[in-house]
């Protein structure tokens, strides 16, 4: 597996991303922003197993939980989530769609979902990481744990939340006939609010091919609402078919 991506990444806003991937793809990470709320956000997500070069970039797919794990003022952003779906080229810069899922108000942003392009540069090689538990012993009841599926587009998840603290989630997916581990996060702070978050990402394994889904879960409808992002692998100058998203309604099929 590469560690092209390993490193700390600042975009233009000067918000930077500390990554590192670990075993079969699975990328994690932190995110330090300049922007809206100000903290540390943990990061999970998947890169393709080549090599960038220059003919094709390496996809990549980032959920984020914008709930800071630092000691900072909470506020109503901190129940949203993110998807980055992109590539890294050979150049060493990374493209990516930001597709900002805002489930609750907040200030003049209403619940929706956000999309911009962030463009990241490497300012660093090497990076100490905190690292975090993805799974804790125990049951974690949670809205967002059993198996949700889409038979039109033969898709369904199995979810469990594995580290509630942290809303890390974790399960399986079954997508085009292939089955793949999903890590990803949701929001398990919710309280009463009547949309839940959720980030979830994977690696498609015959294409090596990542795959992000996020949305929100409508606690009255029990209907999970999603985007899937596909990060595709293309030439500098395709850069703009490296991100494909279809939206998808999911429902629960078990607890």
Not at 201 to 211: A, E, M, T, V, Y
Not at 220 to 233: E, I, K, R
Request: proline share 4%; charged share 15%; aromatic share 8%.
């Amino acid at each position: 597996m590469t560690h092209a991506i390993d490193g700390m990444w600042q975009n233009s806003y000067g918000s930077q991303m500390r990554l590192s991937v670990q075993k079969d793809g699975l990328l994690l990470g932190d995110y330090s922003s300049t922007t809206g709320s100000s903290g540390r956000y943990l990061m999970i997500g998947y890169v393709s197993g080549h090599e960038p070069n220059p003919s094709l970039g390496q996809g990549v797919v980032i959920s984020i939980y914008w709930r800071s794990v630092e000691r900072s003022a909470p506020d109503a952003s901190w129940h949203w989530v993110s998807t980055y779906c992109g590539q890294l080229q050979a150049n060493q810069q990374m493209e990516v769609i930001n597709s900002l899922v805002a489930s609750t108000q907040f200030e003049q942003i209403i619940v929706g979902d956000y999309i911009d392009k962030l463009g990241f540069h490497k300012v660093e090689s090497n990076v100490n990481l905190q690292p975090f538990e993805l799974s804790i012993k125990g049951e974690h009841p949670d809205l967002m744990n059993g198996t949700w599926s889409d038979p039109s587009n033969a898709l369904s998840i199995q979810l469990a939340v594995t580290n509630p603290e942290l809303g890390i989630v974790s399960g399986s997916a079954s997508f085009q006939q292939q089955c793949f581990p999903i890590y990803g996060f949701t929001d398990t702070h919710r309280a009463d609010l009547d949309l839940q978050s959720l980030s979830i990402s994977g690696l498609i394994p015959n294409d090596k091919q990542p795959i992000s889904i996020s949305g929100t879960l409508d606690v009255v409808s029990q209907q999970l609402n999603v985007s899937a992002w596909l990060g595709n692998g293309t030439a500098p100058e395709e850069s703009y078919l490296q991100a494909s998203m279809s939206a998808w309604v999911l429902n629960k099929s078990s607890k």
